[in-house]
C-alpha cells in the first residue's frame, strides 16, 4: 500500500501545500519547525481536518477528494499515537486498548483478549489494571502505541512521540520505537521537530517549512545535502548560497570562497561543516585559500565542544574545544579570521531539488 | 494560612461580612422548638409538601440533564450560530428575579398564552396550577446552573481525547457515552446537584406559575411561607430541613467550595 497525499489546507490564514507519496514498509519522519504544519498533516491524514483541494489516496481507496469526499477517521484504518498519549484517564489500560476493537464490533471478551495479547507482546502485561495516572511517561507511550495497533490499521500515524518524555527515557524509548514501527507493515508517518528522531527512526524525512515540504530525501541525503538554512542548521552544517564560476564561488551577501568542484557553474549550495573551519587570532599563513575575517557573535555550549558564530561574509558557524576557546581568549565581540580549506567544501547545483 | 497578616481596613470589613452572613443561620437553629420538630416535620401537610418538593426538584434536574447537557454541549463545542448571544440567553433565567420568570412563564403557557393556549384549546393540556407546572417553573429557574457549570466541563476538557476515540473506530454516540461524559463526570455531577438544590428552593417562580395549593404545588418554600402567616415555629421546623439540605450539598461539593486555593 501507498499514501498518495496531493492537496491543500487552509486554517485561518495558514495553508499546508502538500505533495508527496509514502510507500508501505517505510518509516516517514516528517521534521519542521514549530508552526510549519507537521500537526495540520497529520489530522489531515486521519481524517480529523478536512482538504480544500486535491485528494489523499491511501492504496486504492480514495479517503479524500476536495470537495466532495471526506472519508471519516473511524472508517479510514489508521492508528494515531497522540501527543501526550491522550490516553483515556478513567479506563484502565488494558480498557484503553479494548477501546479501538471494541468500537469496531469485538464483544467485550474478544477485545479485551485481544488487548491482552497486545499487552504481552510488548511486555507491559503487569499494567493491565492500572490507570494512565499509575503509569510512567515511558509506560504511556507504549500503551498508546498498543493502543493504536489493537485495530490493525494500515496507516500509523504518531505526533511527536518523544517529545514528552525526560532525556533518559528518551533514549530507551526510542529504541523500543524503532523495533516496533520497523516491524510494521503499512505505511507509518511521524511528525517531530528533532532531528536526531528523524535521523533513527526514519528511512525517509519530508521536510516541512511554512507549509509547504522543503525537502525529501533520506536522512543521509539531507545530511550531505541540505536545501535550506532550516535543515542546514538541523544537521549543523554552514549552508552557504552563491554563484559558481570556474571553481570561485560568489557568496549571496558578500565575500568569495574557492571550492573544489571546478565545474560547478550557476546557482550552487555550498556545505561547510562547523568542525573543518578553524579560527585565528592574526591572519594565517599556510595553505588554506579559504581565509577571511569576522567578528565573534555569539558562543555557545555543546557537551563536548563549543559552537563559535561568526558574524563575517559569509557568515559562519564553526565547532571548536574549550582549550581552543580559552587559548584564544575568545568571547563575544573579538576580531577573529576564518579559514578552511578548499576540499573540504562540498558545493552543489541548486537545480537538484527542482525534480522533488 | 499563608502567612500573610491582614491589613485592618480589610479584616473589619470582612469580618462584619462574615458575622452578616452566619447570624441568621445559628440564630434559626437556636430558635428551632427542638421538642415540637418530631411532631412538626411528621405532620401530614409537611409529609405532603417534602414529598412534593421532592418529587418536582428531581423531576427538574431530570429534565435538565436530558435536555440541558446536550445544550451545554452544543454551547461548548460551538456548533450552533452565534454561540454568544445563545450562552447569554441561556444564562437570563439564573439573573432574572424568579416572580419575573413566573410572569414570563404564564404568557407563554398560561390558558391564554402563546403556546399554552394552543395546547388548552386543541388538546386540553393545562400547565398553570398543576404539579407539571411545578416542575415546568423548577426547571425553568434551575437548569442554566447545570448547563453553565456543565459547558465549562465540556469546554476544559481536551479535545484530542475524542480525536483518539475517533481514530479508533468510536462513533459519535459511543465518544459522547464512553469518552466524554465520564471524563466531565465531576463538571456533571456539581452541575446536577447545583441544579437539584436550586430547584428545591425555588418559590418565585413556582407561585407566580402554579400557585400555592397544599398537595398539589405547594412545595416545601411554599409551605414555609405559608406557615410564617400561622405557626412562626412550623415555619421555622421546615426550614431547618431545607438548611440541612444545603449544607449536605456542600459537603457533596466541598472540592469545589471547601479547598483553600484553587488546584
Redesign the interface.
Known amino acids: 500500500m501507498k499514501i498518495l497525499a496531493n492537496f491543500t489546507a487552509t486554517r485561518g490564514d495558514f495553508t499546508l501545500d502538500i505533495d508527496t507519496i509514502v510507500s508501505a514498509g517505510t518509516v516517514t519522519a516528517v521534521l519542521g519547525p514549530n508552526g510549519s504544519g507537521k500537526s495540520t498533516l497529520l489530522r489531515v491524514l486521519a481524517g480529523l481536518q478536512g482538504i480544500d483541494s486535491g485528494e489523499i489516496v491511501f492504496g486504492d481507496r480514495v479517503v479524500n477528494a476536495a470537495p466532495s469526499i471526506h472519508v471519516s477517521p473511524q472508517d479510514r484504518s489508521v492508528g494515531v499515537v497522540f501527543q501526550d498519549y491522550a490516553l483515556f484517564p478513567h479506563l484502565t489500560v488494558l480498557e484503553n486498548i479494548a477501546f479501538g476493537p471494541r468500537s469496531l464490533g469485538a464483544s467485550k471478551k474478544d477485545a479485551q483478549t485481544k488487548a491482552q495479547s497486545q499487552l504481552n507482546s510488548l511486555a507491559i502485561i503487569e499494567l493491565a489494571d492500572r490507570k494512565p495516572s499509575q503509569i510512567s511517561g515511558g509506560q504511556a507511550q507504549r500503551v498508546a502505541l498498543a493502543r493504536a495497533l489493537a485495530t490493525q490499521p494500515s496507516v500509523l500515524l504518531l505526533d511527536e512521540p518523544l517529545a514528552a518524555l525526560d532525556a533518559q527515557t528518551r533514549e530507551s524509548v526510542r529504541t523500543e520505537l524503532e523495533e516496533q514501527i520497523k516491524a510494521f507493515e503499512g505505511c507509518v508517518v511521524f511528525v517531530t521537530h528533532d532531528p536526531l528522531d528523524a535521523m533513527i527512526l526514519a528511512d525517509r524525512v519530508v521536510v516541512l517549512e511554512n507549509g509547504s515540504i522543503t525537502q525529501e530525501g533520506s536522512p543521509g541525503e539531507l545530511a550531505a545535502r541540505p536545501a535550506t538554512d532550516y535543515v542546514a542548521t538541523l544537521m549543523g552544517v554552514n549552508l552557504i548560497r552563491g554563484v559558481a564560476l570556474a571553481g570561485v564561488l560568489q557568496v549571496e551577501g558578500g565575500g568569495v570562497l574557492q571550492i573544489p568542484q571546478q565545474l560547478l557553474e550557476g546557482e550552487v549550495l555550498a556545505v561547510l561543516r562547523p568542525e573543518a573551519i578553524t579560527l585565528h587570532l592574526n591572519k594565517p599563513e599556510g595553505s588554506a585559500r579559504n581565509v577571511w575575517p569576522g567578528t565573534v557573535r555569539a558562543l555557545t555550549p555543546m557537551h563536548d565542544r563549543i559552537r563559535v558564530s561568526i558574524d563575517a561574509s559569509p557568515p559562519v558557524v564553526a565547532t571548536i574545544t574549550h582549550a581552543s576557546v580559552a587559548e584564544l581568549k575568545l568571547s563575544v565581540g573579538t576580531p577573529i579570521w576564518v579559514s578552511t580549506k578548499t576540499l573540504t567544501i562540498e558545493a552543489f547545483s541548486k537545480s537538484v531539488f527542482a525534480s522533488t | 494560612m499563608r502567612g500573610q497578616r491582614a491589613p485592618l481596613f480589610l479584616l473589619v470589613p470582612g469580618l462584619v461580612a462574615l458575622i452578616f452572613l452566619v447570624v441568621p443561620l445559628i440564630t434559626l437553629l437556636a430558635q428551632t422548638p427542638w421538642e415540637a420538630f418530631p411532631k412538626i416535620i411528621s405532620s401530614p401537610e409537611a409529609l405532603v409538601a417534602l414529598r412534593l418538593s421532592i418529587i418536582t426538584s428531581l423531576a427538574a434536574t431530570g429534565l435538565a440533564a436530558v435536555f440541558g447537557i446536550p445544550m451545554a454541549w452544543l454551547l461548548a463545542r460551538e456548533v450552533l450560530p452565534f454561540t454568544g448571544l445563545l450562552r447569554a440567553l441561556v444564562i437570563v433565567p439564573l439573573l432574572l428575579p424568579p416572580v419575573v420568570s413566573g410572569v414570563a412563564l404564564l404568557e407563554a403557557l398560561g390558558r391564554r398564552g402563546l403556546v399554552g393556549g394552543f395546547l388548552y384549546d386543541n388538546f386540553d393540556i393545562t400547565f398553570p396550577f398543576t404539579t407539571v407546572g411545578v416542575v415546568i417553573a423548577t426547571t425553568f429557574v434551575a437548569m442554566p446552573f447545570l448547563i453553565i457549570t456543565l459547558e465549562g466541563g465540556f469546554r476544559s476538557l481536551?479535545q484530542?481525547?475524542e480525536?483518539?476515540?475517533?481514530?479508533?473506530?468510536?462513533?459519535s454516540k459511543?465518544i459522547f457515552f464512553?469518552?466524554t461524559m465520564?471524563?466531565v463526570?465531576p463538571a456533571a455531577v456539581a452541575g446536577l446537584v447545583l441544579c437539584w438544590a436550586r430547584a428545591l428552593g425555588e418559590f418565585g417562580a413556582t407561585i407566580t406559575f402554579a400557585g400555592n395549593f397544599p398537595g398539589v404545588t405547594q412545595t416545601m418554600p411554599l409551605a414555609v411561607y405559608t406557615a410564617l402567616e400561622s405557626d412562626r415555629s412550623v415555619a421555622i421546623a421546615l426550614s431547618l430541613v431545607l438548611l440541612v439540605v444545603s449544607v449536605g450539598v456542600l459537603v457533596a461539593l466541598r472540592g469545589r467550595y471547601l479547598q483553600t486555593r484553587a488546584s
Open positions: 481536551h484530542r481525547y480525536d483518539a476515540a475517533a481514530t479508533l473506530g468510536a462513533s459511543r464512553k469518552v465520564p471524563m463526570a
